[in-house]
Nanobody
Framework: QVQLVESGGGLVQAGGSLRLSCAAS????????MGWFRQAPGKEREFVAT????????YYPDSVKGRFTISRDNAKGTMFLQMNSLKPEDTAVYYC????????????????WGQGTQVTVSS
C-alpha cells in the first residue's frame, strides 16, 4: 500500500501560480502511476493530469493543457503539479491518486487517494 499527502494549496489571484506536492510513503513510489484530480463544490471529481510510472508519459485534459505541468521525483517519492495562469474556475480541492496498474484519466481506476488540498483562485 501507499499513503499520499498533498500540500501546497492556498489562495491566489487569477493569473497567479501554485505548486502542489504529493508525498508518498509505503511501497516503492515508482511502482505507481499517479494522477491529480479536483473537485469543486457541487461537482464531480474531475481529471486534471496523470503521469506514468517512470514519468516519461503525461496526459492532460484540454481545460488545463498548457497551464498545468505534472512531474515526479521517484527518488524522493514525490509528485508535483505546477499550476500557472490560474483561473477562478480552477478553484477546487485537489487530490492526488496512485495505482500500480492503471495510467489514465478514469478516477474509478485509482486505488489510493490523498485527503486533498484546497486551491482558491480569486478574480
Amino acid at each position: 500500500q501507499v499513503q499520499l499527502v498533498e500540500s501546497g494549496g492556498g489562495l491566489v489571484q487569477a493569473g497567479g501560480s501554485l505548486r502542489l506536492s504529493c508525498a508518498a510513503s509505503g511501497r516503492t513510489f515508482s511502482s505507481y502511476a499517479m494522477g491529480w484530480f479536483r473537485q469543486a463544490p457541487g461537482k464531480e471529481r474531475e481529471f486534471v493530469a496523470t503521469i506514468s510510472w517512470s514519468g516519461d508519459r503525461t496526459y492532460y485534459p484540454d481545460s488545463v493543457k498548457g497551464r498545468f505541468t505534472i512531474s515526479r521525483d521517484n527518488a524522493k517519492g514525490t509528485m508535483f503539479l505546477q499550476m500557472n495562469s490560474l483561473k477562478p474556475e480552477d478553484t477546487a480541492v485537489y487530490y492526488c491518486a496512485a495505482d500500480p496498474r492503471y495510467f489514465g484519466n478514469n478516477r474509478d481506476e485509482y486505488d489510493y487517494w490523498g485527503q486533498g488540498t484546497q486551491v482558491t483562485v480569486s478574480s
